[in-house]
């Protein structure tokens, strides 16, 4: 898979050890940066990897900010992107099985490298359930058509 990865510099050493983690994996990975800790603005980056994952360019994205908060609301901007801030398991696993996420989000403040990669590793290898979750999932994309 094409995984899109993006941080600002409160998250750019848990996206470093994700990236690593996905490339042993055998996937891809588009990292859109930063790549070191001079000052940033997170919606650059959660834009950027939002734009790859709704256009096509990959099949997922990871972003990373201290919190996790920031870099989501900001993905969430973008037509046709289901970013979530994952802390724990069932996040991982949730988000992708009823929401039909397609971005995952931490906070480096709140997660740590192992704990990144085991919840990444989930979200990439659970399927959206569909069923009574497609019509809820349609309801979030009805709220981006609006004017």
């Keep these: 898979m094409k995984i899109s990865l993006g941080a600002d510099h409160g998250g750019v050493d848990l996206k470093n050890a994700v990236v690593n983690t996905l490339k042993?994996?055998?996937?891809?990975?588009?990292?859109?940066?930063?790549?070191?800790?001079?000052?940033?603005?997170?919606?650059?980056?959660?834009?950027?990897?939002?734009?790859?994952?709704?256009?096509?360019?990959?099949?997922?994205?990871?972003?990373?900010?201290?919190?996790?908060?920031?870099?989501?609301i900001s993905a969430n901007k973008?037509?046709?992107?289901?970013?979530?801030?994952?802390?724990?398991?069932?996040?991982?696993?949730?988000?992708?099985?009823?929401n039909d996420a397609n971005i995952i989000c931490f906070g480096q403040k709140y997660q740590t490298p192992y704990e990144a990669a085991k919840y990444t590793r989930i979200f990439l290898g659970t399927a959206f359930e569909g069923g009574r979750h497609e019509g809820r999932v349609e309801k979030i994309a009805a709220l981006e058509s609006r004017t």
Excluded at 26 to 52: L, S
Excluded at 91 to 97: K, P, S, W
């Design 24 to 72: 042993e994996l055998g996937h891809e990975a588009i990292d859109r940066g930063t790549y070191d800790h001079e000052r940033v603005d997170y919606p650059d980056y959660g834009k950027a990897v939002a734009e790859d994952v709704a256009s096509g360019a990959a099949d997922f994205g990871v972003l990373v900010c201290t919190t996790g908060i920031g870099i989501s």
């Design 78 to 98: 973008v037509r046709g992107i289901r970013a979530a801030v994952v802390y724990n398991e069932d996040g991982a696993e949730f988000c992708r099985r009823h």
